[in-house]
């Protein structure tokens, strides 16, 4: 079993920035891959960007070159960095973790969400 606590989300302006955290705990040695997800109201969950354990990373189109994903396996936290936040960011982000990143997926953990909320 593993345990994803999301944290950083919060209201900011059009153009500002965020960092989320998600702090990782229990059976983590198997987790290949861990990433942010984000659902907006009336759409589907989304990927915006994920992390290998080789710190191979991948990104969502609409993301790229403002958000940077990165992960300290010392502390079992990966970090989402996002610049230039647009109108279209406001969404839930979630906090994921699996074997790969493709599914179907033997494990596949998820956070409880953290709000972001960016106002023009």
């Known amino acids: 079993q593993v345990q994803l606590v999301e944290s950083g989300g919060g209201l900011v302006q059009t153009g500002g920035s965020l960092r989320l955290s998600c702090a990782a705990s229990?059976?983590?040695?198997?987790?290949?891959?861990m990433g942010w997800y984000r659902q907006a109201p009336g759409k589907l969950r989304e990927l915006v960007a994920a992390?290998?354990?080789?710190?191979?990373?991948t990104y969502a189109d609409a993301v790229k070159g403002r958000f940077t994903i990165s992960r300290d396996n010392a502390k079992n936290t990966v970090y989402l960095q996002m610049n230039s936040l647009k109108s279209d960011d406001t969404a839930v982000y979630y906090c994921?973790?699996?074997?790969?990143?493709?599914?179907?997926?033997?494990?596949?953990?998820w956070g409880q969400g953290t709000q972001v909320t960016v106002s023009s």
């Open positions: 992390i290998t354990d080789d710190s191979t990373t």
């Open positions: 229990g059976s983590i040695f198997s987790m290949g891959v």
């Open positions: 994921n973790a699996g074997e790969r990143l493709v599914r179907p997926r033997k494990y596949d953990y």
